[in-house]
């Protein structure tokens, strides 16, 4: 049977509804969200004004920055990274303020005598941070097992909510560099600071943050923002303090050390 143009028109109509029926009735499947990634700290200072390469005639011995002793998280990537970033930044900050610098040395221990012997003064770094987490609360995460009388509920797994409170401060400290006697001191004092913490991966032993430290983005990144901070404080307060015209007179002192000890 042949069809009219009317008739043809018809069927081409009715094809496209049904086939867009279909398709508008198929359930969309929603892709999960990809998961959080690890920021990557922006620890970098470029001061404003730079001096004449070695016009300070001061020639610093330099030892990378260390965390104190008590803080147990300076093992963990989020602060060794920044501690590794000042060690490079007061390195580039002492040149552009003119002194000639040996070193960063990982370890006072690791720097020779004639290194320690050549150098004027000597510039240790001590990290002296807090982070309390008495305002982080553990809820365990149940699942039921079994059925009937044989039914009960078996621990999964911890999610953690609430804040750390970080705090500390950053000591310059200026010495001999054979005796180590202390011949000047500054002191960085670092605000206060509320960092509010979810986990977005499972944790599976109570009070135990070294998975969430090591991995979790939700922990990592929201201290990494607080770190940032604190990084711009101390650089712009040690720039203003590392000042040739305060610290060159302590190589008298240095030389005085020196000839009483028969160095």
Do not use: C
């Not at 310059?172 to 004092?189: F, G, N, Q, Y």
């Amino acid at each position: 049977m042949k069809l009219n143009s009317n008739h043809s028109s018809i069927l081409v109509l009715a094809v496209f509804v049904a086939f867009s029926m279909a398709s508008t009735s198929a359930p969309k499947v929603q892709q999960a969200p990809p998961p959080p990634t690890i920021k990557v700290a922006q620890y970098d200072y470029e001061p404003s004004v730079k001096e004449k390469s070695k016009s300070a005639q001061v020639v610093f011995l330099l030892v990378d920055p260390a965390y104190q002793d008590k803080f147990k998280y300076s093992s963990y990537k989020l602060f060794t990274d920044f501690s590794k970033a000042m060690s490079s930044d007061f390195n580039e900050a002492l040149t552009q303020k003119g002194y000639t610098v040996r070193g960063p040395f990982e370890y006072y221990d690791q720097v020779v005598y004639s290194d320690k012997k050549e150098s004027d003064l000597m510039l240790s770094v001590d990290i002296d941070f807090d982070l309390n987490d008495q305002n982080v609360k553990w809820s365990p995460v149940n699942y039921l097992s079994g059925s009937g009388r044989n039914a009960r509920y078996v621990l999964s797994h911890y999610s953690i909510s609430g804040f750390f409170v970080l705090s500390g401060k950053v000591n310059l400290i200026v010495s001999e560099p054979i005796t180590r006697e202390k011949l000047w001191a500054k002191s960085i004092p670092l605000k206060q600071v509320e960092i509010p913490i979810t986990n977005y991966y499972q944790i599976f032993e109570n009070n135990n943050y070294n998975s969430s430290l090591l991995k979790d983005p939700n922990v990592i990144n929201p201290i990494v923002s607080a770190l940032e901070q604190y990084y711009k404080t101390v650089f712009t307060t040690a720039w203003l303090n590392l000042d040739p015209n305060e610290l060159t007179p302590l190589k008298k002192e240095v030389i005085e050390i020196r000839e009483k000890k028969k160095y």
